[in-house]
Nanobody, 124 residues
């Protein structure tokens, strides 16, 4: 059974940086894609970024404008989200997810496995 555990969230001032980690276990992830989503209070879960596990191809939400970088370490079975120039609007619970599909990666329903989430709070 695939398990995903996020870490690295916290409180940061606007303009600061955080790096989220997602440790994956319970399978071999060749052929998977993994993604980051976020959900703010009262809002729907939204796509942030995704990466294909085998070749590391990244995909980003348009609103990021280059502030975030997704990566993965295959040897550690861990995915990362480096978040720079954080804004108060980035405040949300951030979730990692995994899927064997390699299309529609911006849609939450495409993912079959989810972590429990990690809170990111950006103060102004």
């Amino acid at each position: 059974q695939v398990q995903l555990v996020e870490s690295g969230g916290g409180l940061v001032q606007a303009g600061g940086s955080l790096r989220l980690s997602c440790a994956a276990s319970g399978g071999t992830f060749s052929g998977y894609a993994m993604g980051w989503f976020r959900q703010a209070p009262g809002k729907e879960r939204e796509f942030v970024a995704a990466i294909t596990w085998t070749d590391g191809s990244p995909y980003y939400a348009d609103f990021l404008k280059g502030r975030f970088t997704i990566s993965r370490d295959k040897a550690k079975n861990t995915m990362y989200l480096q978040m720079n120039r954080l804004k108060p609007d980035d405040t949300a619970v951030y979730y990692c997810a995994a899927t064997m599909r390699l299309f529609n990666l911006w849609i939450p329903g495409a993912y079959g496995y989810w972590g429990q989430g990690t809170q990111v709070t950006v103060s102004s």
